[in-house]
């Protein structure tokens, strides 16, 4: 059993910085990747971050620059700083952790909410 807890989360003001935490049950070293998705209302859940654990990490275009994704190996956590924060930032942010397997195995945490005041 893996489990992800998420936390940082909170109201923040349009322009503003808040960094999430991610702590792993385990070595997070021992996993393929790690990452970030949210959900907003009214949205499909979408991909904000990814980190392989033997790669480079990855954004979509449209968080480039603003988002920040980086690991503590030695404390199985993972962050997440945001910057410029924007309304349409709302939503509810979840860890996410990869398996090595062929299979596609993944966790997910419960999510921890930010919200963005306008």
């Known amino acids: 059993q893996v489990q992800l807890v998420e936390s940082g989360g909170g109201l923040v003001q349009p322009g503003g910085y808040l960094r999430l935490s991610c702590a792993a049950s385990r070595s997070i070293s021992h996993f393929k990747a790690m990452g970030w998705y949210r959900q907003a209302p009214g949205k499909e859940r979408e991909l904000v971050a990814r980190?392989?654990?033997?790669?480079?990490?990855t954004y979509p275009d449209s968080l480039k620059g603003r988002f920040f994704m980086s690991r503590d190996n030695n404390q199985n956590k993972v962050y997440l700083d945001m910057y410029s924060l924007k309304p349409e930032d709302t939503a509810v942010y979840y860890c996410n952790a990869e398996i090595y397997s062929d299979f596609g195995l993944q966790y997910w945490g419960q999510g921890t909410q930010v919200t963005v005041s306008s």
């Open positions: 980190a392989p654990t033997d790669g480079t990490t």
